[in-house]
């Protein structure tokens, strides 16, 4: 048996790191953390046990804010935990980036907020002071992309407010599935293939992507309409021109996505 099953204190934190985890990739198992017998924070044994709180649960409800610094972001809530990456000012676009707040975690008056880390591999998350972000925006909309039914859904509130058909990545270059965010929207990207208008999002295709740079998942126009729906590119998502430009009108930056 584990000799941390009857520990009090790493019972919490299982749960709390559990909770933490629900719906989201990670590389390591909750029970590593209690494995290490040490609290995340020093003063967690005398000042009560943690708070958490959810910030996001990427339908109806989710925050997300702009980085104030370029902070490490650890595997744990805790300094001492083993860095995993770090927050960045810009996109690959050069435009401002910005992070979906998942979860909180106070103890000891110190709060750290648990945000997605885009890269590859995709689902890589991470705790970050709350100090490094700003002020927490609001969104209430959801996109699905649904990979075998060729169909994006934009909902509002949980309610459908637009959808359209798509064009996925081709079986040997496949769209990822997971969790995302619509990280920027751009209104060219300097060829007609993408059509009038592109969403940039936190995905990374697993081998290459057709958008400019190179990895970025985005949501595009196209030039090859006839193609839709089907599975015509390297990675990325198509919409005919006349609903990436519908799209584009309507969803925000921080957006979750969510890829079937």
Not at 66 to 87: K, N, W
Not at 126 to 140: C, D, K, Q
Not at 161 to 186: C, D, M, N, Q
Request: with cysteine; charged share 15%.
């Amino acid at each position: 048996m584990n000799k941390d099953a009857h520990n009090p204190r790493c019972a919490v934190r299982r749960h709390t790191i559990a909770a933490v985890l629900s719906g989201m990739a990670m590389a390591a198992a909750p029970a590593a953390y209690c494995a290490a017998n040490a609290p995340a924070d020093p003063l967690a044994g005398r000042s009560g046990s943690p708070v958490v709180a959810t910030l996001s649960n990427l339908r109806t409800l989710s925050r997300w804010a702009y980085p104030q610094e370029q902070a490490v972001a650890h595997m744990f809530p805790s300094a001492r935990s083993r860095p995993v990456g770090r927050l960045h000012f810009l996109t690959g676009d050069g435009q401002a980036a910005l992070y979906l707040a998942l979860r909180s975690y106070t103890v000891a008056h110190t709060t750290w907020i648990l945000v997605p880390l885009p890269g590859r591999p995709n689902g890589l998350i991470g705790w970050v002071p709350a100090s490094a972000l700003g002020e927490m925006h609001v969104t209430h909309e959801y996109l699905r992309v649904d990979r075998e039914t060729f169909r994006a859904t934009l909902y509002r509130y949980g309610r459908a407010i637009w959808s359209a058909s798509v064009g996925v990545g081709r079986p040997s270059l496949p769209t990822p599935a997971g969790h995302f965010y619509v990280t920027e929207k751009l209104t060219s990207i300097g060829s007609p293939l993408y059509g009038p208008y592109a969403i940039g999002t936190s995905a990374y295709a697993p081998t290459l992507s057709e958008w400019p740079g190179g990895g970025i998942v985005g949501i595009h126009g196209t030039d090859e309409p006839q193609l839709i729906p089907g599975r015509p590119s390297h990675g990325c998502v198509r919409l005919r021109n006349a609903d990436i430009t519908q799209l584009w009108r309507l969803i925000q930056v921080g957006t979750p996505i969510e890829i079937v």
